[in-house]
């Protein structure tokens, strides 16, 4: 910076000290004010050397760098990082937040043959539904296209919605031969638990308007979100609302550690979960 530039970005603090907007290194700004940029974006600037990308992909990986995701992908848009490299920073989602014409033809040919891609994608039904929906103009391919372009037998969220047998049994069936104790966890009258699946639970609802519903439903029966409030008073709650998904995880599978609630949940229906409510209890 020349002494101008250094004038306007220094401003004298109360104490009297100096105080300095810019260390003058752009990429040491977007280092130590990360914080700020990720609520800026619109404010973020960067070039498109070997040196910037790879900052990019640094601010960006969760593993080796900082894992700012929001800000490495307009990092990395912005410096125009590879495709390849975007997912060995990030994963394969980043491709469909940084919509470049060669980002998506990559994806398009990831999905054929690898199922980390497909997990990735946005589904149909979901909350990304909208950005599903242009993927299949933009390839110019029909819905139900799209729905075999992205499906996968690898995931544990395909095996649950698909209700894949096991070795030729179905998984309640599984669960019916298992005599293993349920593990130890906090509990709420079987009642709570009958009126939450029969008058709460919608099984269309997707994972955020389920737990949305669940906490709202568990913070009106007893149970608190409020982690400061259960620590000041425990015995004026049932427990928090992870006790009570906690509850339901152990209802289902007997066991404190299980794949995504919402998944099990989904497969086994509302019938199967009072019958398994039903046995917890008695």
Request: net charge positive.
């Amino acid at each position: 910076m020349n002494k101008l530039q250094k004038l306007m970005e220094t401003k004298l603090t109360e104490n009297g000290d100096i105080s300095y907007k810019t260390t003058g290194n752009n990429l040491s700004d977007l280092m130590f004010l990360t914080a700020f940029f990720e609520k800026n974006l619109d404010q973020v600037k960067i070039g498109t050397s070997e040196k910037e990308k790879l900052f990019s992909m640094f601010i960006r990986d969760p593993r080796y760098g900082l894992g700012r995701r929001d800000l490495g992908r307009t990092l990395m848009k912005l410096s125009m990082v590879k495709p390849q490299d975007i997912v060995l920073a990030g994963r394969y989602d980043d491709l469909w937040h940084i919509p470049t014409d060669n980002n998506l033809d990559y994806l398009k040919q990831a999905l054929k043959d690898n199922d980390l891609a497909k997990k990735w994608m946005p589904r149909l039904t979901g909350k990304d539904k909208k950005i599903a929906k242009a993927l299949c103009q933009y390839w110019n391919i029909t819905e139900k296209e799209y729905r075999n372009l992205i499906k996968t037998d690898k995931t544990v969220e395909y095996k649950l919605s698909y209700a894949v047998k096991e070795n030729g049994t179905p998984l309640n069936e599984l669960f019916n031969k298992n005599n293993e104790e349920y593990a130890d966890v906090k509990k709420c009258d079987k009642e709570t638990v009958i009126d939450y699946l029969n008058n709460v639970y919608n099984d269309t609802d997707t994972q955020e308007e389920w737990f949305n519903k669940l906490k709202e439903y568990a913070c009106n029966n007893g149970y608190t979100a409020d982690k400061k409030a259960y620590k000041a008073e425990p015995e004026k709650y049932t427990g928090m609302v992870a006790d009570f998904c906690a509850l339901l995880r152990v209802i289902i599978c007997k066991k404190n550690q299980s794949p995504n609630i919402y998944y099990l949940i989904k497969y086994l229906g509302r019938k199967e979960l009072i019958n398994r409510t039903n046995k917890f209890f008695n």
